[in-house]
C-alpha cells in the first residue's frame, strides 16, 4: 500500500515561481473563456475554477453565448489540456514546452475543432505586470516544472477539502469553495445582507465582488509583494477594532495590506503545528468570529454545526 500524501507539503515559491507564472496565465486564458461562455452570477461566481481528481475545471459552459455544452480541464497528473463536449469529441495538447502564446495558439485551435467560437474581450493577463500585453505574443513565459504544477494541485485539493469543511459550519448565503484564476487563490465567501456602496471609481470586478458586506477565508501560493503560501482571512469593509481580536493559533497575526486589514497564517507555521488541519481550522473560525463580532452579525442565527441545520437531526437512515 502506498502511504498517503503529505498534508501541507512543502511549497516554498521560490522552488517554482517561474512556473506559477506561466500556469498563472494559462489558467487566465482558459478563466476569460469561461468568462464569455457562462451566464454571469452573483459576486462573479460563474468565473472561478473547481477541483477535480486530477486537476481543476471550468465546468460545463456554453449554450448562453450559442455553443453546444463544452468544458475545458486541465490534468495535472499527465499535465494536459482538455477541451471536450458533450457529444464526447475532445481534443488535448501537452501543458508542458508551451509558452503563453503557443498555449493560446493551440487552446483556440482544439476550440475550433470541436466547433466551438468564443471570443475573448481582453485577451491580455488581468492584473498582472504585463498586463498590456495580449497572451499571442507571450513567447517570454513559457517554464513548466511537471512535479511542481502537480503538487500546486494537491496543495490546492488539500486545502479545498479543509475549506469545505470549514463551510459547512455557516447556514447564511454563502460562496461555493473555488479556485479564482485572475489572484490564482483558493476561497470561500460569507456573506451578511447588508449593502455596501462602493465608491464611483471602483472597477466593475470590485464593485461586484464587494456590493455586500464579506468575510473571506482563503489561501494563496504567494507572489512579488507577499513571498510565500499563507492561508488568510479578511472582513470587508473592514470594521472598527478587528485587529484587537486574537487569532489562533499561535504566530496567526493581522498585516495590513494596503488601506485595510488582513488575518495571515503563514503556511510554513501550519505544516508544523502537531495538527495542521486543526490549526487551520482554528485561524479560520478565529478570523471568523472577530470580524463577525465586530461587524455584527448574528452569530449564533448563522451557524451550523456539523453542517446540519434541522433543530432536530434524526440519525440518518441507509438507503
Known amino acids: 500500500m502506498v502511504d498517503a500524501m ?6 516554498p515559491l521560490a522552488a517554482w515561481q ?9 489558467v487566465q486564458v482558459v478563466g476569460k473563456i469561461r468568462l464569455a461562455a457562462s451566464s454571469r452570477r452573483n459576486h462573479w461566481w460563474n468565473v472561478p475554477f473547481h477541483l477535480t481528481g486530477r ?5 460545463p459552459m456554453g449554450l448562453v453565448d450559442g455553443n453546444q455544452i463544452f468544458t475545458i480541464d486541465f490534468d495535472f497528473v499527465d499535465h494536459q489540456l482538455i477541451a471536450s463536449t458533450t457529444d464526447g469529441t475532445a481534443m488535448s495538447f501537452p501543458l508542458y514546452g508551451q509558452s503563453v502564446a503557443s498555449f493560446y495558439r493551440d487552446l483556440l485551435a482544439a476550440l ?4 466551438v467560437r468564443v471570443t475573448i474581450a481582453n485577451a491580455r ?3 498582472l505586470p504585463d498586463a498590456n500585453r495580449p497572451f499571442r505574443d507571450d ?3 513559457s517554464a513548466y516544472d511537471p512535479a511542481m504544477v502537480t503538487r500546486y494541485w494537491q496543495v490546492l485539493s488539500q486545502v479545498n477539502l479543509v475549506l469545505e469543511e470549514f463551510a459547512a459550519r455557516f447556514s447564511g448565503k454563502a460562496s461555493p469553495v473555488h479556485h479564482f484564476w485572475h489572484t490564482f487563490d483558493i476561497a470561500h465567501t460569507r456573506f451578511s445582507e447588508r449593502h455596501v456602496d462602493q465608491p464611483a471609481q471602483a472597477d466593475p470586478v470590485t464593485r461586484e465582488a464587494y456590493s455586500r458586506e464579506v468575510i473571506s ?3 494563496w501560493f504567494g507572489d512579488d509583494a507577499f513571498p510565500e503560501p499563507a492561508f488568510y482571512s479578511y472582513t470587508a469593509p473592514e470594521p472598527p477594532g478587528l485587529t484587537g481580536e486574537p487569532l489562533h493559533p499561535a504566530g496567526a497575526e493581522w498585516i495590513t495590506q494596503r488601506d485595510s486589514h488582513l488575518a495571515v497564517l503563514h503556511y510554513e507555521r501550519a505544516r508544523a503545528e502537531p495538527d495542521p488541519r486543526g490549526a487551520v481550522l482554528a485561524f479560520y473560525e478565529s478570523a471568523y468570529q472577530a470580524g463577525a463580532r465586530h461587524a455584527d452579525w448574528d452569530i449564533a442565527r448563522l451557524a451550523c454545526p456539523g453542517g446540519i441545520t434541522d433543530p ?5 437512515t441507509p438507503p
Do not use: C, N, V, W
Open 6 to 11: 503529505e498534508l501541507f507539503p512543502s511549497m
Open 18 to 26: 517561474d512556473t506559477k507564472a506561466t500556469l498563472h496565465r494559462y
Open 55 to 59: 486537476g481543476i475545471t471550468t465546468r
Open 112 to 115: 475550433d475543432a470541436l466547433r
Open 125 to 127: 493577463p488581468f492584473d
Open 139 to 141: 513567447t517570454e513565459h
Open 217 to 219: 477565508f482563503g489561501f
Open 312 to 316: 432536530q437531526p434524526s440519525s440518518p
